[in-house]
């Protein structure tokens, strides 16, 4: 399983003295390796800076998320990846201390600009968070919030379609079919996630953001949500925050690994695990530090 | 011996005891005898064992004097006055305690009361005597037990410790004492309220007027009581209060939790803190001098009649008084909403208005119900805004713009003053008390429940 | 996926985009009245807060003056009957207030007729003999010399030197007639007439008389009474919060004691009157309108208030602190009152002086046990007749003379001021010693 490792991983690496300032450590990483850039991008960020009132988490970072994809953002923790995750969809405007610059777009579109509406925006870049949050409602009222909020369905049955058509996508509507008025905290762990994933899918996103879906879950249900991942794929843009590198080669097919708020290296998964070119990148696969 | 200087005698010898103690186990000690405590605790163990014994004997020889005495007392007087009923006896006795203390008596020539006061007067000097003489003697006796059991054989911190346990468990049962106190006072006094007034009559009369005789054959011959009018100006004042209360606290709770920042909140909480804080006879005089005469103006002003002490004036003022209440356990509440669900709401691309509304309020809303249950039972039982600012008249209505009565009101004025204990009034006040406790009682034991569910439920 | 669900797929999504927008409109304004909703409540709540404060306190302030008017009394023997080698008693009994008359008099040699006379008196407060009263019996030697004192106003009098009397009003209609304002504008010209801070108030007990109450008796009745109330609850309920929190096995038992004190803390205090009334004065005995029954009931009262923060503060020790003691071979009271203990103690003094606070704002269970009757005299010991604050301040509220209005309320601002300083201690106790673990 994944240990959280509070010591700051340049400590293991002893090139690196500990007086350094995270500015200076992150200056001698350089440039990012690979290609952040894809064609036709769904989602494009460049050059953006993330603070925490004076503490910068994120510095400068350029990456690309392509329709039909998963992305896996991984590193180890604190190295900013949720961070960058949470500014996909502006989930960072509810922290009131933390700031973004640079730009990022969304077809086109830059989601931080005036013309853009946080509210739109999150119904068209959806999130599952880190911990399984149903609301404490039945299945079904879980599944109908979004398009309930948003004015997505004409009519009752229209309503009804939406909820099943999407419990059915999350792979879950089997399981829940004859206990819709359940309440959604009555289910399992994974279960929960996957009741999530569907909350989700029920606004029609362009773009599905995951914070660490599996960490809370047990190997069971991390292998159906892997597989959910998969499938959806098919549909939507995917970005995944993952501490498992496994879980990382197993259902993206490119990799961002990111260290103290730095993009290191970007590529295809199989490029990454293989035959990384960055040095930290190589540590950390081969399980030297994390 | 009076008991501030027997008290002081016990204090004194308790210290004496605690030197003399500590010292010889010292000097044990020192002559390498093996101890099994510090010094102290022997000195410690000698000081309990002087005063608590006697302490106790002097609690209760207290409690138990003045019963015994009325009643040694009663025992001198001639059969015709003791047949008389308990309240007009009670009278008795008070007059005889006055001429033997040379208080103002109008009967101080009565030879028979005169010699029950010197009765009186002699066995309550004689049972002091007594007291100070048993009490001395077991103070004593307590201090030589305690030293005498300074030796190695005697495991003094343990049993310091166990003295210890013993005064924290008796302490944390004096809340399980004030609880039956009260079932006890208030029930007893209502059950012989219940004797002269039948429990129906009470519960279910449209009827209100304790003070004057309306039949002269009713019971007691001093009026009526049937409590559904005071039941009804209770509910009404509450609503109106409630009515008050419940938006402004719960949308001021909201806005300081979800919205406000920091800055705000930092001032605004301690200011509301500060209206819970005045005490609630200050709410009274200004609903009284200012709130009543301003809406008596206002009705008058678009041609409504208003009294002068109308519910509405009361309610409001109440009202404001619970805002802070509704407002600090809701805040609480909400607070307590994981933000992760606000998260999963505002992540579906909710507004946070619609996540408050539909999320964060759903879920905290068992803890906000116990919290309003919480303040309606304090709108029920709250007194002073009701005694300044509401009336007497026990008016059967719902028209706020009326005068009407609480329970707490009739309570007070019913009691306020010299009357005989046993007067159907009086004990009208108890049973009125008694119906008070058991609705509030009910009322906190659901909403603590409530609330205490809630608690678990995210911890 | 074939061409055609992509198709459908791409259709929706904008679908997504066109249905949101046109609903955005909408959810804004709403949420802007949601907001603005919460703004009012509070904006509401604390106004009101100031509303009431201003208001008291405007009717509050002319109570701290008192006018005083000056005059030459003549203390002649034959007006006061009695002479310098009177004994005490007979000083105390003397005619002074036939010396204040006569001395008024002089002023306007006019008068003559029972009636104006009667209102020329009304200048002088009833307390002004007692003024003159204490000066005499400190000196017999000033009887038939001529004295310059200074003697507070009467309540009309007063009421008219603040403005309080509408002189448009017809004559008939005022308490305050057309010779009397021209009296009291000659000595006002004369400079006879002047306005003091009223040491009085503070200086006396209660008294029928608005311009001679004071609220010294009320005062130290709360004194007394919060003495007991303190000495009681504070060692009562850390004992309790220290069983509750550190030694009582989870069981039944300990359950009832949980529930009973939260219950206790929501019962209404008028109940703490009726158990008073009931237990304490007709089964004990104890004396009436007692600071030691007030303090009985109120420390009660306050109980599960001190116990429950206490139990917070005991809680709010790391166990990590009481594992070291333990670990050092202490036992587990050693632990508690070396350890435990005094590093909860400013939690458990902050919950304690909200409790004495909520105790000395406290009035309905005192009226039931006779803490309201009319006490004039300043109370010394515990069982001495005595009243409170609060209650001193329902008392002068229900009389209708326009001087207890503002005596009242000078009474509340008092109050206030105490239980003001008694938050502000506390508030300042929890920075002081607030500690992260």
């Known amino acids: 399983m994944n240990k959280e490792n509070t010591i700051p991983a340049l400590d293991i690496d002893q090139q690196t003295p500990n007086e350094q300032t995270i500015e200076e450590i992150v200056a001698s990483l350089g440039d990012t390796v690979g290609e952040a850039r894809v064609e036709n991008p769904k989602m494009s960020v460049s050059g953006v800076d993330v603070f925490y009132a004076e503490k910068q988490a994120i510095f ?9 994809e998963v992305i896996s953002m991984i590193g180890p923790s604190g190295c900013g990846k949720s961070t960058l995750l949470r500014c996909l969809n502006r989930m960072n405007d509810t922290i009131p201390i933390c700031r973004v610059t640079g730009e990022i777009m969304l077809d086109g579109e830059g989601i931080y600009s005036k013309d853009t509406d946080p509210v739109l925006l999150r119904a068209r870049v959806g999130m599952v968070f880190q911990k399984p949050n149903p609301f404490p409602k039945s299945i079904y009222e879980n599944v109908a919030y979004g398009p309930r909020l948003h004015g997505l369905n004409r009519n009752k049955a229209d309503l009804d379609d939406i909820v099943v058509n999407s419990l059915r996508k999350a792979g879950i509507y089997d399981e829940v079919k004859n206990r819709l008025d359940d309440a959604g905290t009555s289910l399992s762990g994974g279960q929960q ?6 909350r ?15 960490s809370a879950l047990d190997p069971i249900a991390t292998a159906k949500i892997e597989e959910l991942i998969d499938e959806l794929r098919e549909n939507y843009a995917i970005a995944i925050v993952t501490h498992s590198m496994q879980q990382a080669a197993r259902v993206s097919q490119r990799t961002a690994y ?11 998964t199989d490029t990454i695990f293989t035959n990384p070119k960055h040095e930290l990148t190589e540590k950390y696969i081969t399980g030297r530090f994390g | 011996m009076s008991t501030s200087m027997l008290l002081l005698v016990i204090f004194i010898l308790t210290a004496l005891t605690y030197v003399v103690g500590r010292s010889r186990a010292a000097s044990l000690r020192k002559q390498s005898t093996s101890m099994h405590s510090l010094p102290r605790y022997y000195g410690y163990l000698a000081a309990i064992c002087t005063a608590v014994p006697s302490l106790i004997l002097l609690a209760l020889w207290s409690a138990a004097e003045p019963v015994l005495l009325k009643s040694s007392t009663i025992g001198t007087l001639p059969a015709e006055v003791q047949a008389l009923s308990t309240g007009e006896l009670d009278l008795v006795v008070n007059d005889i305690k006055n001429i033997a203390t040379g208080g103002i008596s109008q009967s101080a020539d009565d030879p028979v009361r005169a010699a029950a006061a010197q009765h009186y007067t002699e066995s309550r000097a004689s049972s002091r005597l007594y007291r100070t003489i048993a009490v001395l003697i077991l103070c004593i006796a307590g201090a030589l037990f305690g030293l005498k059991k ?37 029930l007893f006094e209502s059950l012989r309220f219940f004797n002269k007034v039948p429990f129906n009559e009470f519960v279910f009369g449209l009827q209100w007027s304790p003070q004057t005789a309306i039949r002269a054959d009713q019971v007691g011959s001093s009026g009526s009581f049937g409590a559904v009018p005071i039941f009804a100006g209770t509910l009404l004042i509450s609503v109106i209060a409630m009515l008050v209360a419940v938006p402004f606290g719960l949308m001021s709770a909201i806005y300081l939790a979800e919205y406000a920042s920091s800055t705000v909140r930092s001032w605004a909480k301690p200011l509301l803190e500060i209206l819970a804080g005045i005490p609630t006879v200050v709410y009274g005089f200004f609903a009284a001098l200012t709130v009543a005469p301003l809406i008596r103006d206002a009705g008058e002003s678009i041609g409504l009649s208003v009294a002068s002490e109308s519910a509405l004036a009361a309610g409001l003022v109440m009202g404001i008084m619970i805002i802070p209440f509704v407002s600090s356990l809701s805040d609480d509440v909400i607070t307590a909403v994981p933000q992760a669900m606000r998260d999963g709401s505002l992540g579906l691309g909710a507004t946070k208005s619609e996540t408050i509304k539909r999320v964060v309020i759903p879920a905290a809303l068992p803890g906000i119900v116990g919290g309003i249950l919480l303040a309606v039972s304090r709108a029920i039982g709250e007194t002073m805004i009701v005694v300044m600012a509401a009336g007497l008249a026990a008016n059967l209505t719902i028209n706020p713009l009326e005068a009407v009565t609480t329970v707490t009101v009739q309570i007070v004025t019913l009691l306020t003053g010299d009357q005989a204990f046993d007067s159907p009034k009086t004990l009208a006040a108890f049973a009125l008390g008694l119906m008070l406790f058991v609705t509030t009682l009910i009322l906190n034991v659901i909403a603590l429940q409530i609330v205490r569910k809630y608690r678990e439920q995210y911890e | 996926m074939t061409e055609q669900t992509r198709q459908t797929q791409v259709q929706a999504m904008s679908d997504t985009t066109i249905r949101v927008r046109q609903s955005l409109k909408k959810r804004y304004a709403r949420e802007k009245r949601f907001r603005l909703f919460g703004m009012i409540a509070i904006i509401a709540s604390l106004t009101f807060l100031a509303v009431l404060i201003i208001s008291i306190t405007i009717r509050g302030l002319p109570a701290f003056k008192q006018t005083f008017i000056n005059l030459d009394v003549t203390l002649d023997a034959q007006t006061l009957g009695v002479d310098e080698t009177a004994d005490e008693n007979a000083l105390r009994r003397a005619n002074y207030n036939g010396a204040i008359r006569n001395s008024l008099l002089e002023l306007f040699p006019d008068v003559s007729s029972r009636k104006e006379k009667r209102a020329l008196y009304s200048f002088v407060s009833k307390g002004g003999q007692y003024d003159l009263q204490a000066q005499v019996m400190a000196d017999p030697a000033l009887i038939g010399q001529t004295v310059n004192v200074w003697l507070p106003v009467g309540d009309d009098t007063s009421g008219y030197l603040r403005g309080h009397i509408d002189t448009t009003l017809p004559e008939k209609k005022r308490r305050f007639k057309d010779n009397q304002i021209a009296w009291v504008e000659e000595l006002r010209s004369n400079g006879q007439i002047e306005t003091r801070f009223n040491s009085t108030f503070f200086s006396r007990g209660d008294s029928r008389e608005p311009e001679l109450a004071g609220i010294k008796g009320s005062l130290f009745g709360s004194l007394l009474t919060l003495l007991v109330t303190l000495t009681l609850s504070f060692p009562i309920a850390v004992a309790t919060a220290i069983y509750l929190e550190e030694f009582a096995p989870k069981n039944r038992w300990t359950d009832i004691i949980e529930v009973n004190i939260n219950n206790l803390a929501a019962v209404p205090s008028i109940v703490f009157g009726l158990l008073g009334l009931a237990i304490f004065i007709n089964f004990f005995q104890l004396p009436r309108s007692a600071p030691i029954v007030g303090g009985l009931v109120l420390s009660l009262m306050t109980l599960p208030t001190i116990i429950i923060s206490a139990r917070a503060a005991l809680k709010s020790v790391p166990p990590s602190i009481r594992d070291a003691a333990l670990g050092l071979g202490a036992s587990r009271l050693q632990v508690v009152f070396h350890h435990v203990l005094p590093l909860a103690m400013p939690g458990i003094l902050t919950g304690t002086i909200i409790g004495m606070a909520q ?45 207890f209005v503002e005596k009242t309320s000078a009474a509340i601002m008092v109050l206030l001021g105490f239980l003001i300083l008694m938050n502000a201690t506390a508030v300042f106790l929890r920075r002081k010693f607030e500690r992260k673990w």
């Open chain 1, 60 to 68: 400068g970072v350029d990456l690309d998320i392509a329709n039909n």
């Open chain 1, 258 to 268: 990111f260290h103290l708020g730095k993009l290191v290296e970007v590529g295809d």
């Open chain 3, 359 to 403: 105790a000395l704002g406290e009035t309905a269970p005192l009226l039931m046990i006779g803490m309201v009757a009319f006490i004039v005299d300043v109370p010394t010991t515990l069982t001495d007749p005595a009243t409170v604050l609060p209650v001193q301040i329902f008392q002068w509220a229900d009389l209708p003379e326009k001087g």
């Open chain 1, 193 to 198: 996630q996957r009741l999530c994933i569907a």
């Open chain 1, 200 to 214: 989700t899918i029920a606004c029609s996103p362009e773009v599905i953001l995951m914070d660490e879906p599996c």
């Open chain 2, 150 to 186: 300074i030796n190695s054989g005697t495991r003094a911190r343990v049993a310091v410790e166990r003295a210890i346990m013993i005064g924290l468990l008796i302490c944390s049962c004096i809340a399980i004492f004030t609880t039956v106190g009260i079932v006890l006072s208030v």
